[in-house]
């Protein structure tokens, strides 16, 4: 009889644990899904703001930042741009992801600085000041001069191009491309002869710059000459050029 007793006390309490976990499941279950639920309402990003981005919109950058839903919940994203791999996305140099509120998020962008783009083997080679090729790419970016004239045999992306001829041109090609910018002169290309003469192609207009003596004092008269040469064919001949007088002659073509 005590028998008996003990082992129905026994199942009773072996109920009674049971019925204790359950509940203890379904509270922990009804717990995750309200804290599921704060989350995804007051934590998911609903305004993004981008800062220094040229190449890419606004709209671009804020898709690469957050792809996936999952990317949209500020908590997961703060995370992520914490701890996690940051994959390389085409001329960024790099971007700061700030979480300025559960809602909201700030983009800054660092733009690799392109001083130029050269074509090999039918893609376009993006370079730095230092001739460091920066990205490879099937697309031609507005604004980036095309350069030829450069001679080399391979590359390598994140290496400098082995050219052939001095390695200073590219200091040279960044300093022409500042100064076309700050007169906003834009041209078609850019070509360095093999003893570092530099042409540049507008139109129909070749502006032969000689070598880069007087660079800085040539590309500024030049930007009052060329309204006189639009749609003209020839060549603009500014070798002479020191800034003083009017030493340059143009040929019919």
């Known amino acids: 009889m005590d028998s008996a007793i003990l082992k129905q006390n026994e199942i009773v309490e072996e109920d009674n644990r049971a019925l204790k976990l359950a509940l203890l499941l379904m509270s922990l279950f009804a717990l995750l899904c309200v804290l599921v639920l704060v989350i995804k309402m007051y934590f998911t990003i609903t305004t993004v703001e981008v800062i220094g981005n040229e190449h890419y919109t606004t709209e671009e950058i804020a898709s690469m930042v957050c792809s996936t839903q999952l990317e949209k919940n500020s908590i997961f994203l703060y995370l992520k741009n914490?701890?996690?791999?940051?994959?390389?996305?085409?001329?960024?140099?790099?971007?700061?992801?700030?979480?300025?509120?559960?809602?909201?998020?700030?983009?800054?962008?660092?733009?690799?600085?392109?001083?130029?783009y050269v074509e090999y083997l039918g893609r376009y080679l993006y370079f730095d000041r230092d001739g460091i090729v920066v990205e490879?790419?099937?697309?031609?970016?507005?604004?980036?001069?095309?350069?030829?004239?450069?001679?080399?045999?391979?590359?390598?992306?994140?290496?400098?191009?082995?050219?052939?001829?001095?390695?200073?041109?590219?200091?040279?090609?960044?300093?022409?491309?500042?100064?076309?910018?700050?007169?906003?002169?834009?041209i078609d290309r850019i070509y360095f002869g093999t003893d570092?003469?530099?042409?540049?192609?507008?139109?129909?207009?070749?502006?032969?710059?000689?070598?880069?003596?007087?660079?800085?004092?040539?590309?500024?008269?030049?930007?009052?000459?060329?309204p006189k040469l639009r749609g003209r064919k020839g060549e603009l001949h500014m070798e002479s050029y020191t800034g003083e007088g009017d030493k340059f002659t143009f040929e019919v073509e």
Do not use: C, W
Not at 147 to 165: C, Q, R, S, W
């Open 136 to 186: 490879s790419s099937l697309d031609r970016i507005e604004g980036v001069p095309f350069v030829t004239g450069l001679k080399f045999d391979h590359m390598a992306l994140y290496e400098p191009l082995p050219l052939e001829n001095n390695q200073d041109v590219f200091k040279l090609i960044l300093n022409i491309t500042q100064l076309l910018t700050k007169y906003e002169i834009g």
């Open 82 to 116: 914490r701890f996690g791999h940051r994959e390389k996305i085409p001329f960024v140099e790099e971007m700061d992801v700030d979480i300025v509120s559960p809602t909201e998020v700030k983009i800054t962008v660092y733009e690799k600085a392109l001083a130029g």
């Open 196 to 226: 570092q003469t530099i042409t540049l192609r507008i139109g129909g207009v070749d502006v032969l710059l000689g070598n880069s003596d007087y660079i800085d004092e040539k590309i500024g008269r030049l930007r009052f000459l060329l």
